[in-house]
């Protein structure tokens, strides 16, 4: 029974310890395969896509013969084209049609998609067509939506709790404001595409640039009008999603298999980053009322909040997008009594969807601008106002949507954070730098962030694995995520060595496909690890309960004397290598393959009565960052960020660190650079790199201290203990905001809120820096 075997306390990439991205080299050498590099088979065509040149029309007559006519092309696809059902909605609404019939409802609209020889003859060819409309009133914001009686496209969430009107009838004080915060594009590094392969009968595979490749299975079997069994997608990895990729990869992917199934040739499309972003979704825009009531010590009493959001022109993902924003409109802070409303709002814009967050961060920012202006009326250090209203025991400890806060750690977070940074000393000393200073002034902040942790449609929340263990010993693992350089893929094959006690080299991590996990949900909502890693694990536990019932059995012990050792298996008083327990097992014809499943447990939720536990645990962090504004020309730096930030257990530190670094500068980059802005007439004119500003490598804090809460630890039932990293830490951002708001008001001795919008630009600075300037 024995074998030679190396002798080794620990395998390597074990859980809870730092292990390198799988495709870093990759990544940085530029060997990292993306759908764009897949090998073109002979006859390949190019689709783009035409798009309309108004923002609300009614269509007359569309005159493509100049298109069809055009040197290259193979042919058009439209409407008329469509065998199944022309609609890609997500939720299954029926008002997304792939491409309409007789109204354009925004501006870069898809119309239809030209199919030629080569992408330049199909780009070029899109540009001919001739269109006959009747143009029809706009409206390209959710207030604008709302004075022109729009209609919401999905029906609007109330949470209450407590009696609104007794608490603010009760309170020593009360304020009302308006926050408007701006949207934000995906900025992924890859664009989107899809590559469709025609195969026979009904079937086609579909290689894309998706986070939700059984969406993407089931609308391309949608709109060809064939079963889902036909359509096969796989995703090997993404140049970054961001949510981008969630719903929006729909038109790209439906359009592709239309044309390779109509002209039975492979066909590729690869729209270029204007187009990408002029005719794909975004952040959504809100505008946040809100009327708060509080006591002299800075304690809310009642909340009431409406937010209104910029939807666009279907509904797309814009119901769970709003209804998360009134999940997380609490943030940190426990409300006495509270009414939070949604408004989402049509308009004649690209639909909006999903982003990092999704609706969150805009929740997040409505309490933390609630809490600045409350320390700015009471003359109080906003952190003292945050410690006063944060959820505590028993009577402190209920959410607006009726959840219970059991697993607080804030308290602790936020003053190990307050400590390490010393936010006390350094305030004061910038205290006294602004009353030296008339020009450059100098803000610092303090902001908590609570996360709820689990898709909202509680039946999302199910994920599924494939293992293979091959006779050699070689692992072969497939799961229902995918990868888009977040370290999915790395964790959940930790989670696997980990089961078996054999180094993570010894794992294959192959592509996501649809032929080896079926219903899958998106890559998305920060469970990645969470669902998969659990249903990895449930594959490897009945290939290891197999393995350890054979060993009992071929051996003659009991099973509590087989135990799995680093690469190595003891049964009974001997040691044997992993290898050769395999090689044993398949010649004694045990199974070696398992599929799992796993669904988060204790979670549920009524919409209609606005009460449940949507949220299996929940993930907390704190940033604290510094700022430096030049008041005469409203530009700033953002000098020294420390942040703490709860993991639980991390699954892997290195990438965890990195996830918490990379979230917190999209986060800031959405609350200062990146502005979307839309002319009267209706054109997105921040549409490519050089009119949209993503930070720079020069914007990061010039100091910046990132640590994990080495002490936290998850409930029993997570996937070892951890927690999800990949939206939580974007809001840890909102401290550079908040910091810039207080360097700001310094100008007017601190006597007043700025109340800055967000993205706070370097042009709205010197605006609010005027503003209250002339107020003293």
């Known amino acids: 029974m024995k074998d030679q075997i190396t002798s080794r306390d620990e395998i390597e990439g074990a859980v809870h310890h730092d292990l390198r991205h799988d495709s870093a080299i990759k990544h940085v050498t530029g060997r990292a395969e993306y759908c764009d590099d897949i090998a073109e088979p002979v006859g390949t065509l190019h689709a783009y896509l035409g798009v309309s040149n108004v923002t609300h029309a009614a269509i007359r007559s569309l005159d493509l013969s100049a298109v069809r006519d055009a040197p290259g092309v193979i042919g058009v696809l439209t409407a008329a084209d469509i065998p199944g059902a022309n609609d890609i909605s997500p939720t299954g609404r029926n008002d997304e049609p792939v491409f309409p019939t007789d109204r354009i409802e925004f501006h870069g609209q898809p119309l239809f998609a030209v199919v030629a020889e080569t992408r330049d003859a199909a780009r070029r060819a899109a540009e001919l067509a001739q269109m006959e409309i009747e143009a029809l009133p706009h409206a390209l914001d959710p207030v604008a939506a709302i004075d022109a009686g729009y209609p919401h496209v999905t029906d609007p969430l109330k949470l209450e709790r407590g009696d609104v009107a007794a608490g603010f009838a009760g309170a020593a004080h009360r304020l009302q404001g308006r926050l408007n915060v701006g949207g934000q594009d ?4 890859e664009g989107h595409i899809s590559f469709a392969i025609p195969g026979e009968d009904d079937d086609v595979v579909v290689h894309c640039s998706t986070q939700h490749p059984s969406e993407a299975q089931h609308m391309v079997a949608h709109v060809l009008g064939v079963p889902s069994n036909a359509v096969t997608v796989n995703v090997r990895r993404m140049g970054g999603g961001f949510g981008g990729k969630e719903s929006q990869m729909n038109l790209f992917a439906c359009v592709a298999a239309l044309a390779a199934k109509k002209w039975n040739r492979p066909v590729k499309i690869r729209p270029d980053r204007d187009q990408d972003m002029t005719a794909t979704g975004k952040r959504h825009d809100f505008v946040i009322d809100y009327d708060v009531a509080f006591d002299d010590s800075g304690r809310i009493q009642a909340v009431e909040s409406q937010f ?19 999940f997380h409109a609490d943030n940190a802070y426990f409300y006495p009594h509270v009414r939070l409303t949604s408004r989402p709002m049509k308009t004649n814009t690209v639909s909006n969807t999903a982003f990092r967050g999704f609706g969150g961060p805009q929740g997040v920012v409505a309490a933390e601008r609630m809490i600045e202006e409350i320390a700015y009326r009471l003359g109080k250090d906003p952190l003292e106002v945050r410690k006063a209203n944060f959820y505590g025991d028993e009577g402190r400890d209920l959410t607006p949507y009726h959840q219970q806060v059991t697993d607080n750690i804030l308290e602790r977070l936020v003053g190990e954070l307050e400590t390490s940074a010393d936010y006390q000393g350094r305030r004061k000393d910038i205290l006294a730098f602004n009353t030296a200073n008339r020009f450059i002034k100098r803000g610092i902040a303090l902001t908590p962030v609570k996360f709820g942790i689990s898709f909202t449609a509680t039946h999302y929340n199910q994920a599924g694995s494939l293992i293979h263990v091959y006779s050699d010993g070689s692992i072969h693992l497939n799961h229902g995520g995918t990868e888009m350089g977040q370290g999915l893929n790395t964790k959940v094959a930790q989670v696997v060595a980990d089961a078996f006690q054999v180094d993570v080299s010894r794992i294959k991590i192959t592509k996501t496909t649809t ?3 079926p219903n899958t949900s998106a890559t998305a909502a920060s469970s990645g690890s969470d669902l998969n890693g659990m249903a990895a694990l449930d594959a490897a536990q009945q290939i290891k309960a197999r393995l350890v019932g054979f ?3 071929h051996w003659g012990v009991s099973e509590t004397e087989v ?8 049964v009974g008083t001997e040691v044997m290598g992993f290898d050769a327990l395999i090689k044993a097992a398949y010649m004694a014809r045990v199974h070696l393959s398992a599929a799992g499943f796993y669904k988060t447990p204790d979670i549920h939720w009524d919409r209609a009565a606005g009460k449940g536990r949507p949220f299996y645990y929940y993930a907390y962090g704190a940033s604290c960052s510094e700022v430096s504004v030049d008041t005469l020309s409203g530009e700033y730096k953002v000098e020294r960020t420390d942040i703490l930030h709860d993991v639980g257990r991390s699954l892997n530190p290195v990438l965890d ?8 500068i999209q986060g800031m980059g959405w609350l200062t650079t990146e502005e979307l802005w839309w002319d009267d007439a209706g054109r997105l004119r921040t549409h490519a790199p050089s009119t949209y500003k993503i930070p720079l490598a020069s914007d990061a804090p010039r100091i910046f201290n990132v640590d994990l809460a080495q002490w936290s630890v998850n409930p029993e039932r997570t996937i070892k203990r951890s927690k999800a990293v990949g939206e939580p830490p ?3 951002g909102i401290s550079v905001l908040e910091a810039l708001s207080m360097a700001v008001a310094s100008v007017a001795d601190y006597r007043e809120c700025p109340r800055l919008d967000a993205p706070a630009t370097p042009e709205r600075v010197l605006m609010a820096v005027e503003r209250l300037r002339g107020a003293v």
């Not at 995906?186 to 590094?189: A, D, I, K, S, T």
């Not at 135990?563 to 003891?570: C, E, G, I, K, Q």
């Not at 660190?657 to 917190?664: D, M, N, S, T």
Request: hydrophobic fraction near 50%; glycine fraction near 8%; aromatic fraction near 10%.
């Open 186 to 189: 995906h900025m992924y590094l």
């Open 308 to 326: 209104a959001a910029r939807c666009g022109w279907s509904s797309d993902l814009s119901g769970p997008v709003t209804d998360r924003a009134l």
């Open 515 to 517: 032929e080896k996990v």
């Open 551 to 553: 060993a009992a059995e």
């Open 563 to 570: 135990a799995f050792l680093p690469n190595a298996v003891r």
């Open 657 to 664: 660190r990195g996830q918490v670094e990379g979230a917190f």
């Open 730 to 732: 974007f809001m840890l």
